[in-house]
């Protein structure tokens, strides 16, 4: 007999899914202890479970895979294959119509694409001032973020946004974004925007060592930085960054204030939930599942504890957006489930983080 955990750990299911399906009848427990409730699973049930993960990898409906599952140990399998065969020609439906919708779509894209590269205009040199304090710490607000995915080489930089007298540092791998701004003076022109590649920004980065004020230049693809007798400079990256202004506008969510140290503990010590594959880019990760609980706090649930109001996130991104608001005190923005979850400074709207959130298994 297997527990519920060792029966997580072998099938690929997590816990609360093996008590999902309990619920739903389709992976009952072998045997419950009638004192505990804790849930015992049979040797032959470890195959049905493992097929039960499988089925879910493949978005099989659950009203199928209770079929499957009833007829899976069988002498007559005939219904288990049709079943499967049904849910394959409604995948490559399913696939045939993406890939109509998506050449719609890129078609779309190229009409808009090519006006726009002829309408694009950058004035020839920028020069502006910018306190090193600012910048730096505008950096290392938004470092955490950068993506490393070599088939999205436009999030492998920070984006250097020059508007006014404000400069917003940006950086976004997809499942998490930072922003930043520092104050300029010494330009007034139009909006200009610059992708800097990471090596070149923690190079500029490591310039920013005291609270002169730097000098900022960019001309054309070029890009420097420049404090006193030293200089960090090279190419920006020749790639369009996505408007990060459109992805920013969050729906109200429930603002909560957070003591940082006493949260980062309840973090690293309180409960996480091994995803099968997290949904985001298929790699395994610990989710943390967060609530506002009855005292107005910020809570992490236990295993089990999942409401309708409850985020999941994943926990080392989390960590990471803590670490960067460099404040013992945060607030946290809490909205639906499937909205971003926004980490905010109590000082300032211009700085903050988002992580976007888990399907949590069920």
Known sequence: MRSIGEMARDSGLSVSALRFYDSAGVLVPAWVDPQSGYRW????????????????????????I????????????????????????????GLSGARSEFSTIRALLECRENPMTSLRTTPATVRLAVAASELAAALD????????????????????????EALDVVATDRYRMAVARAGTTGYDGPRVQVVVP?????????????????????????????????????????HDFPDYRRLVRLPAGRR????????????ETGPVRASEV???????????????AADG??????????????????????????????????????????????????DTEDTFSMLMPVRLEN
């Not at 070149?200 to 960019?218: E, G, K, N, Q």
């Open 41 to 64: 699973y049979g040797p032959e049930q470890l195959e049905e479970a493992r097929v039960l993960a499988r089925l879910r990898r493949a978005g099989m409906p659950l009203a199928d």
């Open 66 to 93: 209770r079929l499957v599952l009833a007829g899976w140990s069988g002498a007559d399998t005939g219904l288990v294959r049709k079943l499967l065969e049904a849910h394959l020609r409604r995948l490559e439906l």
């Open 141 to 164: 607000s938004v470092r955490f973020a950068v993506g490393s995915d070599p088939e999205l080489p436009m999030l492998g930089g920070v984006l250097f946004d020059i508007e006014g």
């Open 198 to 238: 990471s090596p070149l920004a923690d190079a500029m980065r490591a310039l920013l060592s005291d609270d002169a004020s730097v000098r900022l230049t960019v001309d054309g693809d070029r890009v420097a930085l420049e404090t006193g007798d030293r200089q960090a400079a090279g190419r920006s990256l020749d």
């Open 256 to 267: 909560v204030p957070v003591d940082v140290p006493a949260f980062r503990e309840a973090l």
């Open 278 to 292: 997290r949904e985001q880019d298929g790699v395994s990760c610990e989710l943390s599942v967060l609530k506002v």
């Open 297 to 346: 706090a910020v809570a992490v649930c236990e295993d089990g504890d999942d409401g309708q109001d409850r985020v999941a996130v994943n926990r080392a991104y989390l960590l990471d957006a803590l670490a960067a608001g460099a404040r013992d005190r945060l607030v946290l923005e809490l909205g639906a489930p499937t909205a971003p979850l926004a980490i905010r400074r109590t």
